[in-house]
């Protein structure tokens, strides 16, 4: 069955291409350098993850090391911060930022009145020298809590393009979207569709190289779509290339459940237009 977590995300999507604007991270940047007595930047871009729960994310830089930020787009569910720190060891509360806060190897994880935060160095907390040391990963919880109320996107993000698909990933999540997260990069499409117990997610690139399953030993499972095209169950996943183009067509659920590839095939049909051109 697919785990709940995020799907790839989509190429280019690592602080350095997507949705520019004022995001967490480029509100926290004086505060912190001034804290820290370092520089501290934000890249200027944003994207959404879309996992369960789906997290709007940006991305500090210091002492180039990375740091992504993470806010849940929908308001937090009970499991919301069990899920967030799953997979980075045990835990240890950190009453600092609250009762229902934690800090692990690679992640701090807390509430913020509905939301959900996960702050995430790359390299790891308190592991030298590639990561950042436990009191900066704190500082940057602390200073990122105090601006998330004020930085709080709409649920709702919509392209023309996605609204296609949109009755086709209702019938998939089984109720109306209260998530909707499309844009392009580079061009390049972005649709997502969520509640908090679902999303499903079409992202398009124009990297060749982007089907690494095709190398694997033995193959995926062939897809009746694409040159060529793929269905991953373990993954709830669909790749294709069509084209210049490669699309992957991602399903989540909580509890997790096996997405049937007729379910993936219904809900890109009607983008396939735009992808075959």
């Given at each position: ?39 501290v930047a934000a890249k200027p871009f944003s994207w959404n993850d ?228």
């Open positions: 069955m697919p785990k709940v977590v995020a799907p790839p995300q989509a190429e280019g999507l690592d602080g350095s291409a997507g949705e520019p604007g004022p995001t967490v991270c480029s509100a926290v940047t004086a505060t912190l350098s001034k804290e820290l007595g370092v520089a879309g996992g369960l729960p789906a997290l709007d994310l940006c991305t500090l830089v210091l002492e180039g090391r990375t740091v992504t930020v993470g806010v849940s787009a929908l308001p937090k569910q009970p499991d919301s911060l069990d899920r967030l720190s799953a997979g980075a060891g045990t835990p240890e509360l950190l009453p600092e930022l609250g009762p229902d806060a934690r800090i692990s190897s690679s992640r701090v994880v807390f509430s913020v009145d509905d939301r959900a935060v996960r702050v995430l160095s790359t390299g790891g907390i308190n592991r030298q020298p590639a990561g950042i040391d436990r009191a900066k990963a704190v500082a940057i919880a602390q200073a990122v809590r105090a601006v998330v109320p004020k930085q709080l996107r709409a649920a709702r993000q919509s392209d023309s393009t996605c609204q296609l698909a949109t009755a086709e990933a209702e019938r998939f999540v089984g109720a109306l979207v209260q998530l909707r997260r499309d844009y392009r990069v580079n061009g390049a499409l972005t649709c997502i569709w969520g509640t908090v117990d679902a999303t499903i997610s079409i992202v398009e690139s124009f990297h060749p190289d982007s089907i690494p399953e095709a190398i694997q030993t033995p193959p995926p499972r062939p897809a009746p779509i694409g040159r060529p095209g793929y269905y991953l169950p373990e993954q709830g996943e669909l790749v294709f290339r069509q084209g210049r183009r490669v699309v992957r067509v991602t399903g989540l659920t909580n509890p997790p459940r096996e997405i049937p590839l007729q379910t993936l095939l219904d809900v890109v049909g009607p983008l396939m237009p735009l992808f075959i051109r």
